[in-house]
C-alpha cells in the first residue's frame, strides 16, 4: 500500500497571528480510513481545510511544512484544483445548497469533472443505488430534508466528483444513535465499494475508531499520539479522555468519582 | 374605463423595459451579493455602442445589434476583471462603493461624449398604431417590450435548465460551498457579468429608442435597482412583475393625479413611495428569498 496524502509538519496560521496548528505530521495509506480525534479548538478542522484549500477565504494560510497528495505538492493550489485533482471535503454541519433539489446538488458536485449528460445520469444512479434514500427525495428542496438525509446528500455529492481521497468534518455530529450507526456503515461501505481513502474527523471516538484502521489524537494544534486503532482503544489514556471509560471497562459514574484526577500522559 | 385600460396598457409596455433592467441587477446580486450601481452606465454605453453601429458606421440594423452586445459584454467583463475581482473577500460594502465608483467614471466618460446634445436613434421598429378594441398600441412601444423581455425570459431560462446556470444557482446560495464542489466561482462571476451587460444593453437600446441618447440616460439604469428592490433584490420573477407593477402604477398616477396637482410629477415619485411602503411591510421586498431555516 502506498501513501496517499502526507502533511509534514504544517504549521497553519490565521490572520499571520493565531498559530493554530503546530508542526502537524499525518500520514493516510491508499484505500484505508485514517481518524483524527481531539477535543473542540484542537485544530482538525484546520488541517482539514489546510488540505482542501478552503483556508484562504478564511485568511488562514499554510505557513510550514507540506502537503502532498500522491506526492504532488498541494498547499499552494486553490479549493477547485484540489477537488480536480481527486480530494473531496465534505465540511462540517453538513452544508448543502437548500435553495437546490436535491438531485441539483448531487449534479453540482459533479461540476469539476465533467458536463456530459449521460455520465451524469450514470454517476446519479450509482448514487442512487449507495443511497436509496435519496432517490425517494429526488425531487425535494434540499434545505428541508432531515440531518440524516442531508449527511447522506452531502456524502453522495462529494462522491460526483469520484474523490480518491474524502475528508470528513463530523459526519455524525447532532445526529440520532440510530442514524449515526447508518452514516458509518456508510463511510465503511464507501471506502470498500469505491475505494476511496477516507480521513474522518470525530468526536464520536469509539465509532470512528472503530471503523478505522489508523487513528492520530490532536490536542492544542499538536498530534499527541497516534497508532493503529485497536491499540487506541485499548488505551488507558484515550479510553479515559475521550471513550468516557474508566479502567474496568464500565461506563464512568460520579459515585465513584476518584479523589485524585488522572492526568494525561503527555505534553499536550 | 377606455382610459383606464389605455393607461394600464401604457404602463404595462414601461414596465417591461424596467422589468428587463432590473433582471440584471439581480442576476448580478443574486451570484455576488453585490448590488451593482455600475449596470446603469452599461446599460447606456449598450445604447451608444448600437448608436455608433446604426447611425454612424450605418451598420444593418442586426449586425449593429448583435456588435452592441457583444462590446457591452466586453465592457462587462472589464468592469468586473479590473474592480470587482480583486475585491473578492473584502467586505461586500466595498464592493457596493466601488460599483458606485464605476457608475460616476463611466458617467464622466458618458457625458463627454453626449456633451450636452441629444443624439437620435435612427427608428428600426415598426412606426405605426395598432387597435385592440379602442385601445390604441403604439407598435414600436409592443415591438420594443418584446425585444426587451424576451432576451431576460431566455437568459432565466438558461439559469434554470442548464448546467453553468446550475452552477450560477449553487455559486450564488453558498461561494465557499460552491468551491468545495470543484466550481471556479470566479469564472462564474465573470460569466454573470457579461450575462448581465448584454441584458443591460439590451434595456438600453430599448430606453433608448424611446427617450434617445442625452445626459438621463444612465440614470434609468438606477430605477431598475429601485425595482429590483421592490422585487426582491434576490428573485428574478419578481424583478419581472415588479417591473410591470412600477410600470402600471406610474401610468396610472400620470393619468390620474397629475392633472389634479398644478405642477404635476407624481409620477416621477410614485414609485419610491411604493418602495418605501414595500420595504416597511417586507423588508426583503416582494418576492425576496425567505432563508430556509430548519429549528
Known sequence: MSVILSLKNIEVTYSEVILVVKGVTLEVQEGSIVTLLGANGAGKTTILKAISGLLVSELGKVTEGSIEFRGIPIQRESPENIVKMGIVHVMEGRPSFDQLTVEENLIVGASSRTNRPTEIKKDLERIYSYFPKLKALRKKISGYISGGEKQMLVVGRGLMAHPKMMLLDEPSLGLAPLIVKEIFEIIEFVNKEAGTSILLVEQNALAALSISSYGYIMENGRIVMDGVAANLKDNEDIREFYLGLSKVGKRKSYRHVKHYRRRKRWLG | ?295
Open chain 2, 1 to 295: 374605463m377606455t382610459y383606464f385600460l389605455q393607461y394600464l396598457l401604457i404602463g404595462f409596455l414601461t414596465g417591461g423595459l424596467y422589468s428587463a433592467f432590473a433582471v440584471t441587477v439581480v442576476l448580478v446580486y443574486k451570484a455576488t451579493h453585490v448590488a451593482s450601481l455600475a449596470h446603469g452606465q452599461i446599460l447606456a454605453f449598450g445604447a451608444v455602442f448600437f448608436y455608433w453601429c446604426i447611425a454612424v458606421l450605418q451598420l444593418p440594423i442586426s449586425v449593429s445589434f448583435l456588435v452592441a452586445l457583444a462590446l457591452a459584454g466586453v465592457l462587462g467583463f472589464i468592469i468586473e476583471r479590473l474592480t470587482m475581482r480583486p475585491l473578492i473577500g473584502e467586505p461586500l460594502f466595498t464592493s457596493f462603493l466601488m460599483t458606485f465608483a464605476v457608475f460616476m467614471f463611466l458617467d464622466g466618460v458618458f457625458n463627454l461624449y453626449v456633451a450636452g446634445e441629444t443624439r437620435f436613434i435612427p427608428p428600426f421598429l415598426p412606426q405605426g398604431n395598432m387597435g385592440i378594441g379602442k385601445l390604441i398600441i403604439a407598435e414600436q412601444r409592443a415591438s420594443n417590450f418584446v425585444m426587451t423581455l424576451l432576451p431576460a425570459l431566455i437568459v432565466i431560462g438558461f439559469f434554470k435548465y442548464s448546467k453553468v446556470g446550475l452552477r450560477m444557482r449553487a455559486t450564488a446560495e453558498n461561494h465557499r460551498l460552491a468551491q468545495s464542489a470543484g466550481i471556479r466561482v470566479k469564472n462564474i462571476f465573470s460569466i454573470i457579468w457579461i450575462f448581465s451587460s448584454i441584458l443591460a444593453a439590451v434595456a438600453g437600446i430599448g430606453c433608448a429608442t424611446i427617450m434617445n441618447i442625452h445626459y438621463p440616460l444612465p440614470y434609468n439604469g438606477l430605477k431598475g435597482l429601485l425595482v429590483a428592490l421592490v422585487g426582491g433584490l434576490d428573485s428574478i420573477g419578481g424583478a419581472i412583475l415588479a417591473g410591470l407593477l412600477v410600470g402600471v402604477i406610474e401610468s396610472l398616477a400620470a393619468g390620474y393625479v397629475d392633472p389634479l396637482t398644478e405642477v404635476g410629477g407624481t409620477s416621477e415619485v410614485v414609485a419610491y413611495v411604493l418602495l418605501l411602503f414595500i420595504l416597511l411591510v417586507k423588508p426583503y421586498g416582494l418576492f425576496g428569498l425567505a432563508r430556509i431555516e430548519r429549528i
